[in-house]
DNA sequence: GGTGTGACAATGG
DNA sequence: GCCATTGCCACAC
């Protein structure tokens, strides 16, 4: 047997994985799906770790609760988040996603919490 | 094993 | 209502 996880990080990587094309999400949404709400920031280093990880985790999908792409300074380039973005039909604008209420995308269906 | 960090989030002034 | 600060949790060195 395995253990749970190797980390954290791989349930990140998983939530992220999940979120359809077109949609975003919020890292408190994700770090919400894992388990711990409060480690929304470790998600942003997960994805900062995602090229560790191998597989490919589409971040430029993940933005902060007001829908800014904060992380788009990360990717290969500032202009390939948004690129991305808009590339899979996700108006942005400013750095920040359009319409970020509609595109939301909640990794959890339903919580029970 | 301890310290620092980090692409957030929530609260306070 | 906006700006600044703290809290938080798990990973890397």
């Given at each position: 047997m395995k253990k749970h996880d190797d980390g954290f990080f791989e349930r990140v990587y998983a939530a992220v994985r999940k979120i359809p094309p077109g949609r975003v999400t919020t890292y408190g949404a994700i770090a919400r799906c894992v388990g711990?709400?409060?480690?929304s920031r470790m998600v942003g280093w997960a994805m900062n770790n995602s090229h560790t990880c191998g597989e490919y985790v589409p971040a430029h999908r993940v933005v902060n609760r007001n829908g800014?792409?904060?992380?788009?300074?990360?990717?290969?380039?500032?202009?390939v988040m948004a690129s991305l973005l808009r590339n899979e039909g996700v108006r942005v604008e400013d750095d920040r996603v359009l319409d970020f209420q509609e595109k939301f995308w909640n990794p959890v269906p339903d919580t029970d919490l």
């Open positions: 711990s709400p409060q480690a800014m792409l904060t992380g788009k300074h990360h990717f290969d380039g500032p202009e």
